[in-house]
């Protein structure tokens, strides 16, 4: 019973996912996989309860390989998705950068914004 | 209870704000404040998933977790935008091994009596996850050019495949009837391991656009299967998300480029070219053009549509066309950007390098978009693209490409191409445009190209 709620869970999402992702113009297609990835890291929740069951050792090491892997997706994922999405601006907000030289006055320095979101709550404990 | 009730809230909220993270991506104005919910969403799932019942020891978890932010955060903030496409690759790599790891370990904990709905979930999961880490790993490897990015073919290669796969399915379903047999279960993801590598080994580099998204899918995938196996809805979700995402890019790339997903893995496309499309050639003569006569072409113009491709990427030359197009748009030329769905190796790929040298996005256009005003642009300015803008894909029906929605860049009034020298392109194919007496080449790098271009416009 509960497989076949779960295959209702998945269907549904799978529709979802179609519905969504099929209205995101080309333009963001890169974006949208860097995002996607990051979204599916939420496999993380599986390999924390791994890690942290002390079931034994073998476990124990899978699972905290799987937890590093999947953090490396979620903070580098989230990371660069919004790295990307900052670079896409409309043309009126041309005008200002334009006088930049090159890519000189790139937004290269900006590890503020979205650095506090992943992962803060694990190192802590 | 309460505390997985809890627990169960806090995932249905994370699904939200991921569903929702995704939709922002369909307005790029929305798109960042979108997406950095969906990513306060994971932290809440993160964060939620600790106070699980199971979790007795933290040690572990705190290392794994600093260590995966201490790999990943240079993987997200100092990449450049040229190496997006193996960077992606390599990113389902770790998505991949996470689920297969956690399958294993499960497959472990059972103690070989595993239910067989689960060991459905499990076997998929780890079928799956396995494949993802070796083929994306081999997509990195052909992305970074540490592996060749020819198609690497030999004779009986499909058979092989196909028979190799047909046992992993064997496996896989013997393990739902005898979930007992670890030895099995191990093979199979032996044998899943050896099939990543072969199935990405024959696809050539400009097929990877397709190569990366379907990995994405099969990630997805193994995540969803994660769900099932440990019971846990917002990975199934998550999962499926993932994995019709990664699908409908894979349909998107192949109609792109005319062909279907068992063309694109089993086609081998980018194979040398038959004797024949390089012979038919032979006679025809192609007109070099100086960087003075391109720019003073381009600066007398009324319009100019810039045609990039991988080239550009390879030339790392994005901000120097930014500044060719500054300096034409001063000049009071209409510059627009035609982006052709597979140019570059990757969906999008185009798309982040302009927007990263700040082309404002509305200046970069679709190929449906584009393509009804090639006729009235003056000049055609085509930098590192080959095959899609090459007119044998509308003209000629024993092209390798022919069927493939095309760039028209031929119906501008002038064509100038920046490229290195005549090879033919990625896919080995002949590029008709080159000898049609409107095309003028410009030979040469790029950058350098375009940097002769940008100081002769300036000189005008």
Known sequence: ?125 | MNRELVIQAIYLASSILFILGLKSLSNPDKARLGMQQAALGMVLAIVGTLFHHEIVRFDLIAVALILGTVIGYPLGMFVPMTAMPQRIAISHMFGALAATLVGIAEYHGWGGNVPRPTMAALGFEVLFGALTVTGSFMAFGKLQEFITGRPVTYRGQNAVNITLFGVAVLMFFWMIFRPQSPMVFFAMIGLALCLGVFMVLPIGGADMPVVVSLLNSYAGLASSATGFAIGNNVLIICGALDGASGFLLSILMSKAMNRSFGNVLFGAFGAPPPAAAAAASKDLTVRSISAEDAAMQMGYASEVIVVPGYGMAVAQAQHVVRELASLLESRGVTVKYAIHPVAGRMPGHMNVLLAEANVPYDKLYDMEEINPEFEHADVALVIGANDVVNPAARSDPSSPIYGMPILDVDRAKSVIVLKRSMNPGFAGIENQLFYEPRTSMLFGDAKSSLTRLVSEVKGL
Not at chain 1, 14 to 32: C, E, K, M, N
Not at chain 1, 81 to 90: A, G, I, N, Q
Not at chain 1, 98 to 110: D, E, F, R, S, V
């Open chain 1, 1 to 125: 019973m509960t497989t076949i709620m779960e295959l209702y869970i998945f269907v549904l999402a799978a529709f979802v996912g179609f519905q969504v992702i099929s209205r995101v113009p080309p333009l963001l297609h890169t974006p949208l996989m860097s995002a996607t990835n990051a979204i599916s890291a939420i496999s993380l929740v599986g390999s924390l309860v791994l890690a942290g069951a002390n079931r034994d050792t073998l476990s124990n090491w899978l699972g905290f390989v799987a937890v590093t892997a999947a953090t490396i997706n979620v903070v580098g994922g989230f990371l660069i998705t919004d790295r990307m999405l900052k670079m896409f601006r409309r043309g009126d907000s041309k005008k200002d950068r334009g006088a930049a030289p090159l890519g000189l006055g790139q937004p290269q320095p900006t590890a503020t914004p979205q650095a506090k979101s992943p992962a803060p709550g694990g190192p802590g404990r």
